[in-house]
Nanobody
Framework: QVQLVESGGGLVQAGGSLKISCAASGRIFSSYAMGWFRQAPGKEREFVAAISWSRGSTAYADSAKGRFTLSRDNAKNTAYLQMSTLKPEDTAVYYC?????????????????????WGQGTQVTVSS
């Protein structure tokens, strides 16, 4: 069974940092892309960042560029999202997802439709 489990969310002050993780099992994730999305209260889920696992190429939303860094640990089958200079508007439930298709992307996919396995989400709250 393919499974993604996020962890590391919590409460942080504005300007602070937080690193969230996504542990994957049940699939050879090195053949897929992994994306991070977030959903704030009353808003639609939006793209944050994505990585082509085998190639290591990344894509970021404009809101994340320069502040968030996505990485992966092949041995642990785990992806990480390091978030810095956090703002109250970063408050959301953060989800990781694995791509529907296997492959190697120069630009990993940014749309929800490209992903078919989702984690349960981890809450990130940034206080002002």
């Amino acid at each position: 069974q393919v499974q993604l489990v996020e962890s590391g969310g919590g409460l942080v002050q504005a300007g602070g940092s937080l690193k969230i993780s996504c542990a994957a099992s049940g699939r050879i994730f090195s053949s897929y892309a992994m994306g991070w999305f977030r959903q704030a209260p009353g808003k639609e889920r939006e793209f944050v960042a994505a990585i082509s696992w085998s190639r290591g190429s990344t894509a970021y939303a404009d809101s994340a560029k320069g502040r968030f860094t996505l990485s992966r640990d092949n041995a642990k089958n785990t992806a990480y999202l390091q978030m810095s200079t956090l703002k109250p508007e970063d408050t959301a439930v953060y989800y990781c997802a694995s791509s529907r298709q296997s492959g190697s992307w120069l630009l990993p996919p940014r749309t929800e439709e490209a992903y078919n396995v989702w984690g349960q989400g981890t809450q990130v709250t940034v206080s002002s």
